[in-house]
């Protein structure tokens, strides 16, 4: 059945339609994107991070064709499918391909796949273990936190909710959390360069401006208005700005007002999404 999710603008706008424009040719990576989807954005900011050749190929997720379903059954982008040219699965095949989901395991793919091309974890064992459990955090604690206070439905729509500032405290408490893991100076999480833990949080980060339009602003304090947490927040903006700037970041994102349809049915706490029901059945990140 059709759903009203299903009904999102086509293909991507502005920055992003330029980039996937450039991105048609087909390589032995292909990425199946979502122009909107923040886990998209991840695994794409990585691709051209590392400056991995790939084919963007656009899928609306709500709709699922049986063509989508047999690379990834659970129905989601981002997927990934790659030529394996070391592939013999019968004594004639020589390339096949194979798929792969999660934005995550995608992550730590192409970390491993591609030893040569920028690293965006650090070489040490222990600090890349260290980097894990903070990128562990963003899904497990974060996503969660910020989609339950984006699809709260307060009781007055004065703004000043208890539920609504409870959910907005929490998810600022995770928030700091994460900053306060931070390398002190940065300006990313894992120090000067770009790393796995920006690219996690990062498409999360440039779309605070929802609960602007929706919630009654995000929360973080402006500079100099943090209180006790000043240095926190003063540490989140250096980190913001930094990933706000990035090249990757700009031209991944499409145009706001493609945008608002979708974050307004998370708002009204209306979209069929997966990740939206899993919000309201508490259960994390689908
Ligand atoms: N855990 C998945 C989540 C991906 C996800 O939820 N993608 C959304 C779009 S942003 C999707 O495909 N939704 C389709 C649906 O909910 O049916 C990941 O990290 O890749």
Same mark, same amino acid.
């Given at each position: 059945?059709?759903?009203?999710?299903?009904?999102?603008?086509?293909?991507?706008?502005?920055?992003?339609?330029?980039?996937?424009?450039?991105?048609?040719?087909? &390589?032995?990576?292909?990425? #199946?994107?979502?122009?909107?989807?923040?886990?998209? /954005?991840?695994?794409? $900011? =990585? +691709?051209?991070?590392? &400056?991995?050749?790939?084919? #963007?190929?656009?899928?609306?997720?709500?709709?699922? /064709?049986?063509?989508? $379903? =047999? +690379?990834?059954?659970?129905?989601?982008?981002?997927?990934?499918?790659?030529?394996?040219?070391?592939?013999?699965?019968?004594?004639?095949?020589?390339?096949?391909?194979?798929?792969?989901?999660?934005?995550?395991?995608?992550?730590?793919?192409?970390?491993?796949?591609?030893?040569?091309?920028?690293?965006?974890?650090?070489?040490?064992?222990?600090?890349?273990?260290?980097?894990?459990?903070?990128?562990?955090?963003?899904?497990?604690?974060?996503?969660?936190?910020?989609?339950?206070?984006?699809?709260?439905?307060?009781?007055?729509?004065?703004?000043?909710?208890?539920?609504?500032?409870?959910?907005?405290?929490?998810?600022?408490?995770?928030?700091?959390?994460?900053?306060?893991?931070?390398?002190?100076?940065?300006?990313?999480?894992?120090?000067?360069?770009?790393?796995?833990?920006?690219?996690?949080?990062?498409?999360?980060?440039?779309?605070?401006?929802?609960?602007?339009?929706?919630?009654?602003?995000?929360?973080?304090?402006?500079?100099?208005?943090?209180?006790?947490?000043?240095?926190?927040?003063?540490?989140?903006?250096?980190?913001?700005?930094?990933?706000?700037?990035?090249?990757?970041?700009?031209?991944?994102?499409?145009?706001?007002?493609?945008?608002?349809?979708?974050?307004?049915?998370?708002?009204?706490?209306?979209?069929?999404?997966?990740?939206?029901?899993?919000?309201?059945?508490?259960?994390?990140?689908?």
């Amino acid at each position: 059945m059709a759903i009203a999710d299903a009904s999102i603008h086509p293909e991507a706008t502005g920055p992003a339609k330029a980039l996937v424009e450039k991105h048609q040719a087909e &390589q032995p990576l292909k990425l #199946y994107a979502g122009w909107f989807c923040p886990f998209v /954005q991840r695994v794409w $900011l =990585a +691709l051209e991070e590392k &400056q991995i050749p790939y084919q #963007y190929i656009e899928v609306n997720p709500y709709h699922k /064709q049986p063509s989508f $379903l =047999a +690379l990834n059954p659970r129905g989601l982008v981002p997927t990934v499918s790659i030529l394996d040219t070391t592939a013999t699965t019968t004594p004639t095949t020589t390339t096949t391909s194979h798929p792969l989901y999660e934005s995550a395991v995608i992550l730590e793919y192409l970390e491993e796949a591609y030893p040569t091309h920028t690293p965006l974890l650090p070489t040490s064992p222990y600090e890349r273990a260290k980097a894990r459990i903070w990128i562990d955090f963003v899904t497990s604690r974060i996503i969660p936190s910020f989609h339950r206070f984006l699809q709260y439905q307060p009781s007055s729509p004065s703004g000043t909710d208890a539920g609504l500032q409870k959910a907005r405290e929490d998810f600022l408490a995770k928030l700091k959390e994460w900053t306060r893991e931070m390398h002190p100076t940065g300006p990313f999480f894992l120090g000067e360069e770009i790393g796995l833990p920006d690219l996690v949080l990062g498409p999360w980060a440039v779309r605070f401006w929802v609960f602007d339009e929706y919630k009654g602003g995000v929360g973080i304090p402006r500079a100099g208005e943090g209180g006790e947490d000043e240095s926190v927040w003063e540490r989140w903006r250096t980190w913001v700005s930094a990933v706000d700037g990035r090249r990757s970041v700009r031209e991944t994102l499409s145009e706001r007002e493609f945008y608002l349809p979708i974050y307004q049915r998370y708002a009204d706490d209306q979209a069929q999404s997966e990740l939206a029901k899993a919000t309201r059945e508490g259960r994390g990140v689908p």
